[in-house]
């Protein structure tokens, strides 16, 4: 091959290489949760430790219950999770809304809930230990991230030790 193919197929790859390396910094900028302004919404338990978990057993879930404390309706407008890994659904009823999970990762983030004044919802979360395979054993702390239409961010969190 003469230097001019050679330069031409580097030129390329240099150009590929800094693509790729910009769209993964885009994607970071759009997905960062903003937590600046407290939720007015509460739950009794903003951490949910699973403890150990065998992949080979599957997923686990668990039911977080929020409750708004407050004189009117408070609007959920977006629901995320920091990891693949991790699903959240609003329970109604029998039925669930959702799959919520992490931005850019094929799952919705948009939700259009409301939690009625002095009203519940739960909001399962889904934790998926053979999600990351043989690599994923060990500790694990993911969050989800609930955003409200008035700037609030209730953030949930779940933990576990994950084994084979």
Not at 38 to 55: C, I, R
Not at 76 to 101: E, L, R
């Amino acid at each position: 091959m003469n230097k001019k193919v050679i330069i031409v197929i580097l030129i390329i790859a240099f150009a590929l290489v800094g693509l790729v390396m910009w769209s993964y910094s885009r994607v970071g900028e759009s997905t960062q949760v903003q937590l600046n302004t407290p939720s007015q919404l509460t739950v009794s338990e903003t951490l949910y430790d699973f403890g150990a978990l065998s992949m080979a057993n599957g997923k686990v879930d668990h039911l977080f219950h929020i409750t708004n404390p407050t004189d009117k309706d408070i609007s959920i407008n977006n629901i995320q999770t920091s990891c693949m890994c991790t699903t959240a659904y609003f329970v109604n009823g029998t039925s669930k809304d959702g799959p919520f999970g992490m931005p850019g990762m094929g799952g919705s983030t948009a939700a259009n809930e409301t939690i009625p004044a002095h009203g519940t919802k739960d909001v399962d979360v889904v934790y998926d230990p053979a999600a990351h395979g043989p690599a994923g054993v060990g500790n694990i702390d993911r969050f989800i991230y609930i955003s409200q239409t008035n700037g609030g961010t209730l953030q949930l969190e779940i933990k576990a030790v994950v084994t084979p």
